[in-house]
Every structure is written in structure tokens, then in C-alpha cells.
């Protein structure tokens, strides 16, 4: 019964301290980005305080899942040095509690907290993500077309028609909607034709339907034309591939656009590799757990702290740089999905156990 209760305090504790990090590091990527989006929308008359606000805020959860290791791996290591600090961990060790009984009810917390983070948070954030993509797009589909900006996504096509380049400041619906175009055409025989401005697009069966266009022919008088027709041979899978992230993607959908960007022969290495990502969240950050264990659980009296949180940052970094280069590999299709999502979980927990095991158990 003593082990019971002592699990649930500790396991409270470190859910406590880990949602303390995440709500801090939340606020402080909200006003952060919440800057940049009011420099991105300070051309555009319609952008109010508040709509900035709130496109702002709509995408900050989907940049977080990027920071949720780290989250935990900060929470943990103030959860136990805020324990010895209290000489609670020293009352604990006295009455017979190992290490493994006091790190246990963290490592299951966490493995729960990435099971929701991966079926119930991923897809709220990408949903909210999408949310702030239409606003961001509606935004800046009321800006001047001829204000528009070569940045953001860009995409090649070759029709009947000729070759037609496409640049969007903004995308949305997975691609199917855009704002802020700037469009360069050429005939068959490679001769530039015009250069086209809308304020936005939207894709159909075999065509892409501009809005408030503004199309610019060398030596003639810009035309400004309410709707103008555009023959497209890009599917929407083709489109999405160009304009979204597998991250713009939620954990649910995932099998369905593997399995459709196969049949298109478009490349799903990045799509398996989120996928897998998302599955192996939840050991990740038991392995964070680890980590921040093996560099924490000692007497705070004994000194040393900012060698051992330097330490558990360290590690916590170097576990990232392990992470993006096996993403890297795998969306260059040098390395199996599989191995790249589940190598830095295997590595990180596999330091945290020996380290721990040295400490604990000689």
C-alpha cells in the first residue's frame, strides 16, 4: 500500500512538473510567434489584432509536438530535483524504495501522456493547424495581387498548353486551396508567354480556378479579370506532395495517404516515417524519462546540480541531432522508416538504463 501511494505522489509529481515545462515553453512560442505572424500580416488591411492572434495560436500546438521530448525531459529532471531538494527521495531510499519503484511511475506516466499525444493531441493540433492555414489564406487572399511575394510553395507543370510555374505565399485543404499566386507561363516551343497574379486558387478536376487575377503579357496593358481557367494535368495527390507536410497529416489518416501516394507512385517515405514517428512517441519519452533518471536521481545536498541538468540538456540534445539525421536518411530513402523512427527511443533508453543500472546497482 506504502509502494501504491508512493507511486501515484511520484507519478503525480512528474505529470505536474512536465505540464508546468509544456505550458511555459506554450506561451512563450505563442508570443514568439505571434510576432513574426503580425510582421507576415502587416501588409494585409484586414488582419486584425485578434484574427492574427488567433492564426497564431492555431498553429502553435502542431510546433510543440516537436518540443514535447524535451518537455518531458526538463519536467522530469525538476521533478526529482525539487524531490531531493525536499529530502523526499532520501526518506524514500531510507524506507527501502529502489530507483526502479521511484522511476517506474514516471515511465508509465509517460507512456500514457504519448499514447494521448499520438491519438488525441496529434490530430487536434493538425486540425488546428489546417484552421490556421484557411485563415492565414483568406487573409492574404484580400491583399493586392500585385503585392505578392516569390516565396512559399512552388510547383512545376507541363501541359497541352504549355509549361506553367506555380508559387503560393499560402496553401490549405492539403493543397486544394491557395493564396497569394504568382504564375509563369510558357508555350510549347519554350517562348515566354505571361505572367499571371490571383489572389487565389482553387483546385479541380483538371483545372485550377483563379481568383481576382491580375495576368501581365509582355508589351500590353495588364489585365485585370475576376476568374480566369487553368488547365492543370496534376493530380491532388500530386499537389499535396508539394504543398504539405507529412506532419499536416493526422496519426488517423496517415495509412489511407501512404497507401493513396503509392498508388499515384509518389513517394511515401516521409508519410511512413511520421507515421512510424507517432507510434514510437509514447517510448520516447519514456526514454527521456530514463535519460533525465540516470542524471537527477541523486542527493541534492551532494552539489553538482548544474553539472547534472547540463548533463540531462546534453544528452537531450545530442538525442535530437540522432533524431534528424536518421529523418534525414529516411526521407532520402537511405534508411527503413521503421529503423529511423525507433533508433533514437532504442538509444536514448538503452543510455538512461545503463547509466541508471551503474548508479543503482554498481
Not at 529532471?77 to 519503484?101: D, K
Not at 510553395?153 to 506553367?164: D, L, M, R, S
Not at 497507401?259 to 511512413?272: K, L, P, Q, T
Request: glycine share 8%; proline share 3%; with cysteine.
Amino acid at each position: 500500500m506504502l509502494t501504491n501511494t508512493l507511486g501515484r505522489y511520484f507519478a503525480g509529481r512528474f505529470i505536474g512538473a512536465s505540464f508546468a515545462v509544456f505550458v511555459g515553453i506554450f506561451m512563450l512560442v505563442v508570443l514568439i510567434d505571434y510576432i513574426d505572424m503580425a510582421r507576415k500580416m502587416s501588409s494585409v488591411p484586414t488582419a486584425t489584432a485578434f484574427v492574427t492572434a488567433q492564426a497564431s495560436l492555431f498553429r502553435v500546438p502542431q510546433l510543440l509536438e516537436i518540443l514535447m521530448p524535451f518537455c518531458v525531459l526538463v519536467g522530469a529532471m525538476s521533478c526529482y530535483l525539487t524531490l531531493s531538494r525536499r529530502l523526499e527521495l532520501v526518506v524514500a531510499r531510507a524506507a527501502g524504495v529502489s530507483a526502479w519503484q521511484i522511476v517506474t511511475p514516471a515511465l508509465i506516466a509517460a507512456i500514457g501522456f504519448g499514447a494521448l499525444a499520438t491519438a488525441v493531441y496529434n490530430p487536434l493540433s493538425v486540425y488546428l493547424r489546417e484552421q490556421s492555414k484557411r485563415i492565414e489564406t483568406e487573409l492574404l487572399s484580400s491583399r493586392n495581387p500585385g503585392l505578392q511575394e516569390a516565396s512559399g510553395f512552388w510547383v512545376n507543370q507541363v501541359t497541352g498548353e504549355g509549361q506553367a510555374i506555380i508559387n503560393a505565399t499560402t496553401g490549405s485543404s492539403q493543397g486544394g486551396r491557395l493564396a497569394g499566386l504568382s504564375i509563369f507561363r510558357w508555350d510549347l516551343q519554350g517562348r515566354f508567354r505571361d505572367r499571371i497574379e490571383a489572389r487565389e486558387a482553387t483546385l479541380e478536376e483538371g483545372r485550377w480556378v483563379l481568383k481576382g487575377v491580375n495576368q501581365y503579357v509582355l508589351g500590353e496593358p495588364p489585365v485585370a479579370l475576376d476568374t480566369f481557367v487553368l488547365a492543370t494535368n496534376l493530380t491532388r495527390e500530386q499537389v499535396r506532395d508539394s504543398f504539405s507536410s507529412a506532419e499536416s497529416v493526422s496519426f488517423w489518416q496517415l495509412p489511407e495517404y501512404i497507401a493513396s501516394s503509392e498508388h499515384s507512385s509518389i513517394a511515401a517515405a516521409a508519410y511512413r516515417l511520421q507515421y512510424h514517428k507517432l507510434i514510437a512517441r509514447p517510448f520516447l519519452l519514456a526514454a527521456m524519462v530514463m535519460l533525465a533518471s540516470s542524471v537527477s536521481l541523486r542527493f541534492f545536498r551532494l552539489g553538482g546540480v548544474q553539472k547534472m541538468v547540463l548533463s540531462g540538456v546534453g544528452a537531450g540534445f545530442l538525442l535530437y541531432v540522432v533524431q534528424k539525421l536518421t529523418e534525414d536518411l529516411s526521407k532520402a530513402d537511405l534508411l527503413n522508416p521503421i529503423v529511423a523512427a525507433w533508433l533514437p527511443v532504442g538509444l536514448g533508453g538503452l543510455t538512461g538504463l545503463l547509466a541508471l543500472l551503474y548508479q543503482e546497482d554498481g
